[in-house]
């Protein structure tokens, strides 16, 4: 059934719980009215929305953003100053020094739980800030961070902010040589890393992963080491150093600079459709004015609640909800270093049962994985804490929809469908609980102050109908939005200013109904989503082709059960090259090794020749259609230097019907 015909069918699903109305922050008519504000007069209302911080120097400029082609300019509060260390911990400190900060729940179930208080962090934020300058590290430096999910991961950000130096995270399922392409990219004096990451009850070697990427790094930088399992590894002397050495040493008083507004806060590097991954920058002011509010609203965050966003903070979800804007509203934030799966496909709600977690944030192929484990993993643990939940990262599809709704949330929790992107900062699109009602599968209405506008793909205009398909763009600028791509700021404006001119292109289709709910369709470009990861298949490919055994590839998703998507490969062999099993495996190795498990080809099939037109260009149309098994519409294939291709790639196509 279609997204569409199953939401029409259930009219009285997704109608906002009377009492959770009753107390929500944000009723209809407010979000219509501050909606409108936004829209007729951002200055005012951000001006207004920008007191949510403690400003050292308060900004008297709001806005000054221009999407014009050649003139791309962004900037927030611009003249205003501040720190973003201060303002997620010590302005908390005269009212809840004594209120737990960070809950932090280890992979083992055998580990106790940790309860830091803000007074703690503060203590340990402000010896890392002290730590870190000992190290050399000043002012706008940048320090990659390559940890597990682990308390000292929120310090190692809040130090950073504290200091001014600009942090890169990056994901500890990453590779020695995505790793160090990222320490690279951005030059990085220090990476803090861990002997191991445990996970699932298995461990990376994150260590010894960075080791080996440090052969690659054109400069040296230092290495601060946390002991997390304590085991053995190798050691440096006089580029290594001991987290824990050094924090014992370190004095716990630190005075928190001053930063500008616009000052980067951090990089963060993630897919596109050409290329390398970016390096996302986004500013210190406008990004936390923005993952602030839409904690508070989106997830109608109120003073006691437990808020667990399950994501990794090496993805923005992350970042700005797990600790930015949760520590800027002075929250409580469960950190949580497992997988959903282990030890058992009870643990998710095991955490929420024992730490009676009252938000609850995750992607739809957790939920999609832990449905198809039985009902009783849920139903055993009581899970009458939760008010609201949450999903991210990719469509959720309505049979995942009514199950979180109607066994983990029991009817009584308004879902969340949450529409953004790493270069968003924060929430763009998504419903606003006590005030929208939600349809399954739609992430509903904009936050304030967003413009979303949908244009037809072809001709570039906007479809003015408030029923409308075509691709999703962004006519102005919110103050959590991107600044740029790290030493390249030509690179920013042709990914996302060069298509459609005037507006922000998100990359994303778009449908909007009757009712004005917008309907997030999928990538338009050559982005997957994995899991909730983003993939560019121009890494895959490039990853594949430096096998000595590969002549070519090309690489497409493909509609997964669990994933969303699944990465299909079309690989052609050396031409002395014979196709085996052992080579199948070989190559889903070598992926996984070039860039890391998430990478790991589902699917590969042997191509021997690929389609292409006449000029050369792969016809990726045509394959994506091929490995979605949709073979009735392949379209216009006479432009193909090679038609007899197609019939083969059809022939051949893997686990056929
Ligand atoms: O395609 C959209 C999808 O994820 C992309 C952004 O990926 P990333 O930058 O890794 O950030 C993920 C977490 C914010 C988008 O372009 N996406 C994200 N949220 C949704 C979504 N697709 C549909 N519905 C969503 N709620």
Redesign the pocket.
Known sequence: MSVKAKAAAAPEVGAIPENFKAKAHIDAATYEKMYAASISDPEAFWGEHGKRLDWIKPYSKVKDTSFEPGNISIKWFEDGTLNVAANCVDRHLKKRGNQTAIIFEPDDIHEPAQYITYRQLHNQVSKLANVLEQLGIRKGDRVVIYLPMIPEAAYAMLACARIGAVHSIVFAGFSPDALAARVNGCDAKLVITADYAPRGGRKTPLKSNTDAALLHCIHDPKVLMVRRTREQTTWVEGRDFDYGEMMLEASDVQHPIEINAEDPLFILY??GSTGHPKGVVHSTGGYLVYAAMTHQYTFDYHDGDVFWCT?DVG???GHSYIVYGPLANGATTVMFEGVPTYPDPGRFWEVCEKHKVNQFYTAPTAIRALMGQGDEWVEKHDLSSLKLLG??????NPEAWNWYNEKVGKGKCPIV????????GGHL??PLPGAISTKPGS?TKPFFGVQPVILDPQSGLEIDSVEAEGVLCLKDSWPGQMRGVWDDHGRFEQAYFSDYKGYYF???GCRRDADGYYW?T??VDD?I?VS???MGTAEVESALVAHAKVAEAAVVGYPHPVKGQGIYCYVTLMNDVEPTQELYQELRQWVRHEIGPIASPDLIQWAPGLPKTRSGKIMRRILRKIAENDYGSLGDTSTLADPSVVEDLIENRMNKG
């Open positions: 993630t897919s994501a993805w923005v979800t999903s991210v990262g990719e469509p959720i469908d949450t529409w953004w992107q790493t270069e968003t699109i998504t992430a998100s990359g994303d997030i999928g990538r982005v989503n909730g990861h983003r």
